[in-house]
């Protein structure tokens, strides 16, 4: 599915993505579509992201999570090319491979309120545009603020 430049603005804006202070992603990926994930009765989220044949791009390129936790992602390559999935999650990163026309999962442990980047390093993969975000939103909780006095909000 291909999404115009008004739609995926207007989704932006509904994720509150838009706006700078809000989740911290802007406008900051220029391509790809916005997805959600999955939410199964136990908690656990689900979501897939695919790189489309001869795009270099992440689709969707931003998955919104309704709050931290597990998330089982799926990966597919449905490009010519070789790509290496680099994936956040708790402690060091995930890698994957996927070469041409393959299928991955991972699982990630997300634990809450960010942004989240996800890429492939291969080549200059990042550089030309296969870059991507899971963001959640929400507040941090209390035991990860800082002690300080209220910041000033615009």
Do not use: F
């Amino acid at each position: 599915m291909t999404t115009t430049s008004n739609e995926r603005s207007e989704q932006l804006d509904e994720a509150g993505l838009a706006v700078q202070n809000r989740l911290a992603l802007g406008r900051q990926l220029g391509t790809g579509n916005i997805g959600h994930a999955e939410e199964d009765s136990d908690g656990r989220m689900r979501a897939t992201i695919r790189i489309p044949e001869d795009e270099l791009v992440w689709d969707p390129a931003i998955i919104i999570l309704p709050h931290g936790g597990e998330l089982e992602l799926t990966l597919i390559n449905d490009d010519k090319n070789t790509h290496c999935a680099v994936l956040p999650t708790i402690g060091d990163h995930l890698i994957i491979w996927l070469v041409n026309h393959s299928k991955g999962t991972a699982t990630l442990n997300l634990p809450g309120p960010g942004t989240y980047w996800y890429g492939s390093t291969t080549g200059n993969d990042e550089g030309r545009g296969l870059t991507g975000a899971i963001v959640i939103g929400g507040e941090v909780p209390a035991e990860a603020k800082l002690d300080r006095p209220a910041q000033p909000r615009p």
